[in-house]
């Protein structure tokens, strides 16, 4: 009942909503979109216990004073007043949407704007050029990034543009390609395993 | 300057998370938990308000549900949030394995769907795309052929059933060149949007918050 139950389950789900894509009748597009509809409902409380998780984890530190513990009260205070605000305004209401523009926005923009300088650090350390493989990488990046700043089409009197324009255009469609055509297959075999209960990971242990 | 206590408290976070560049600091680690439970709290609004309402409470509170109607329908509609309900069981230590129905649903109908459409999507239409009539009629034919040769050296680098050597390891050695001009270009667009996005930010605190620039 422990675990066989949930593969049968998983077996029963899988092989119908993989069966219906080939089989083109009106009852088996409802069935799927009717599946579809329980992902989004069960989401809802997947959602629902995660947000309970995060608040046990840092109530527990709250509670037992632990270590940067009053950051923890400004995580609990901004999701229980976004939430309140939330849902007492609506989702495009005046406050809902000030907290959003004044701080999740700004936030998220300066935390990606953040990785601009450790992505220039990575570079450095990935792209010294030791081997052939790696001076392509660097070539490639340079002459992507160049050729789409203004300065890069001045100093190379526009042919870091078309480099970049061809480099994008064709090797990388290529491999592009490729590494898709790698993920899909790898999708589906991994699907295969947990379809048929090979692949038992998302049970956890006993 | 601004006088808007929106851009303040923007500008405030902005330098906040900034201030990471120096070292790890409180007022980092301040923005970082109101982030959290601004996002957390902003998804659970959304999924609530734009998901959960119109597809669970709005066809319930009307007794009809317009995908299966009849009493049918209703219970088709409760019984995933019955199932939902068992997640909880995971704060239990008794009663934890019960989480397992729920989340074997989930894995159930997500890989169910995910086998045609990764099969399609990734596989079928990518070698629809890759495998064209080429007449040599024009550059963009020449292009096409690179990008059919390019893609089929890029999946022997991925094979490894077989030895990469002679002429299987020369197509190989191109594969990984492909593969290396790719990954160059994708980091090279990532850089670049990072940039921008700082440049952004830097605007934001001249422009918006001091009045520096015009």
């Known amino acids: 009942m422990k675990r066989q139950l949930p ?44 947000i309970l998780s995060i608040i046990l984890v840092h109530y527990d530190k709250i509670k037992f004073k632990k270590e940067n513990w009053g950051f923890s009260v400004v995580l609990l205070a901004s999701l229980f007043g976004m939430t309140t605000v939330g849902l007492i305004d609506t989702e495009s209401g005046p406050v809902f949407v000030w907290l959003y523009n004044n701080i999740l926005a700004p936030i998220s923009a300066t935390l990606f704007a953040l990785l601009a300088f450790f992505i220039a650090s990575a570079a450095y350390r990935a792209f010294r050029a030791r081997t052939v493989i790696a001076t392509i ?17 001045i100093i190379s009197f526009g042919v870091f543009p078309k480099l970049a324009d061809i480099l994008i255009n064709y090797p990388n469609v290529a491999a592009k390609r490729a590494i898709f055509m790698g993920v899909g297959m790898g999708a589906a075999a991994t699907a295969l395993k947990v379809m048929l209960g090979i692949e038992r990971s998302y049970m956890g242990s006993d | 300057m601004s006088f808007d206590p929106g851009v303040w408290l923007a500008a405030f976070l902005t330098l906040c998370i900034f201030s990471f560049l120096y070292k790890d600091n409180p007022f980092y680690k301040f923005a970082e938990h109101l982030s959290v439970g601004i ?19 709005d066809p319930l509170s009307r007794g009809q549900w317009h995908m299966v109607p009849g009493t049918l329908g209703i219970f088709l509609l409760i019984f995933p949030a019955l199932i939902g309900i068992l997640l909880f069981s995971r704060f239990s230590r008794k009663w934890a394995y019960i989480a397992r129905y729920p989340i074997a649903v989930i894995w159930g109908i997500g890989t169910g769907a995910a086998i045609p459409l990764a099969l399609q999507n990734f596989i079928v239409r990518q070698l629809q795309a890759t495998i064209v009539p080429i007449t040599f ?11 059919a040769v390019g893609v089929a050296c890029g999946l ?7 030895e990469h050597k002679g002429v299987f390891g020369g197509m190989a050695t191109a594969g990984i060149w492909i593969l290396m001009i790719g990954f160059g270009s994708t980091f090279g667009f990532t850089v670049m949007a990072r940039v921008s996005l700082l440049i952004g930010r830097v605007i934001f605190l001249m422009k918006d918050w001091l009045g520096i620039i015009g």
């Not at chain 1, 077996?11 to 579809?36: D, K, W």
Request: net charge positive.
């Open chain 1, 137 to 153: 990488l660097l070539l490639a990046s340079i002459i992507v990034m160049m050729g789409r700043v203004p300065i890069g089409s």
């Open chain 2, 39 to 57: 996002s957390a709290g902003y998804g659970l609004v959304i999924y609530i308000r734009v998901t959960f309402i119109p597809i669970f409470i």
């Open chain 2, 156 to 162: 022997i680098y991925f094979f490894f059933s077989k």
């Open chain 2, 137 to 147: 009629s024009s550059w963009q034919d020449l292009g096409s052929l690179f990008i």
């Open chain 1, 7 to 50: 593969i049968a389950i998983t077996f029963v789900c899988a092989f119908i909503l993989t069966l219906q894509y080939f089989i083109p009748h009106r009852s088996f597009e409802i069935m799927y979109e009717v599946s579809n509809i329980w992902l989004q409902i069960i989401g809802i409380f997947a959602l629902s216990m995660g």
